[in-house]
């Protein structure tokens, strides 16, 4: 998948599926305990809400060409990484609790928001950049990121509920492209932590299939790339659903 156009597409339709998922579940399954440790299943979806706010102004500010922090936000990159993300953790349990009931029809009223900035987007604003706190992305960087955060906390929720949960094989694809840009080096990057550098293959198979090395250590920036003649330390085997 290339075009900005397409991608916004599956975040509108992967948006929309999601919701009709959850709308569906019982009671008892939103008060479930997701696999991600802070949020029950609605905290989730209370996440899924709160981060089109900050998507939507960053990447509108982005696509017209200003990739500033927002007014009293810290640099791109810079500040602590962990406390953060468990700001980010509470303020979507916060938000539950204040919506209540009112949680599904919150979200669905800024999914057509968001659609809506989406929707100003073209092709030609693929490479734009835009802020974001761990650090400035593209625009195509924010949808892929989008996709990802939607399927891979989907499968937080569905894993607990399901005996087989099945990730979506459409955005796949963008997961993969999301990795070596904004989770590699930035999310995960050991550094001095590992003494000597490592290089770890990932032979992946089903859909978006292929042949990924990942090195790491040794004081240097942790990379992704395509597998090459280079011999890797460790090769890791696994199917992309998992």
């Known amino acids: 998948m290339g075009a900005v156009t397409d991608k916004v597409q599956l975040v ?30 609605r905290d989730v979806l209370a996440h899924f ?3 089109m706010d900050m998507f939507g102004a960053c990447i509108a500010r982005g696509a ?20 953060r993300l468990a700001a980010n953790a509470q303020r979507a349990v916060t938000l539950r609790e204040e919506l209540g009931e009112g949680l599904l029809a919150a979200y669905n009223e800024r999914r057509v ?9 073209s092709d030609g604003d693929k490479d734009k950049p835009c802020y974001h706190p761990a650090g400035t992305i593209s625009v195509e960087t924010y949808l892929n990121l989008r996709l990802t955060e939607l399927i891979v906390h989907e499968w937080d929720i569905r894993s607990v509920l399901e005996a087989e949960p099945v990730l979506s094989s459409e955005s796949l694809p963008s997961i993969v492209e999301m990795f070596p840009v904004f989770v590699v080096g930035r999310l995960f990057d050991p550094g001095n932590g590992m003494p000597a550098s490592s290089r770890f ?21 942790a990379r992704m ?18």
């Open 12 to 41: 509108k339709e992967e948006s929309a599926r999601i919701a009709e998922y959850l709308r569906k579940l019982t009671p008892a399954a939103w008060e479930t305990q997701s696999a991600c440790d802070a949020w029950q299943v």
């Open 49 to 51: 809400t709160l981060s």
């Open 64 to 83: 017209a060409g200003d990739a500033a922090p927002p007014d009293g936000s810290s640099p791109a990159g810079e500040g602590d990484q962990a406390a």
């Open 113 to 121: 928001q968001f659609d809506e900035v989406l929707a100003g987007l």
């Open 201 to 221: 293959r990932f032979e992946t198979t089903g859909g978006a299939a292929g042949s990924y090395d990942i090195v790491a250590g040794g004081g240097e920036k």
């Open 225 to 242: 790339e395509t597998a090459s003649h280079l011999r890797p330390d460790v090769i890791l085997g696994c199917d992309t659903q998992t």
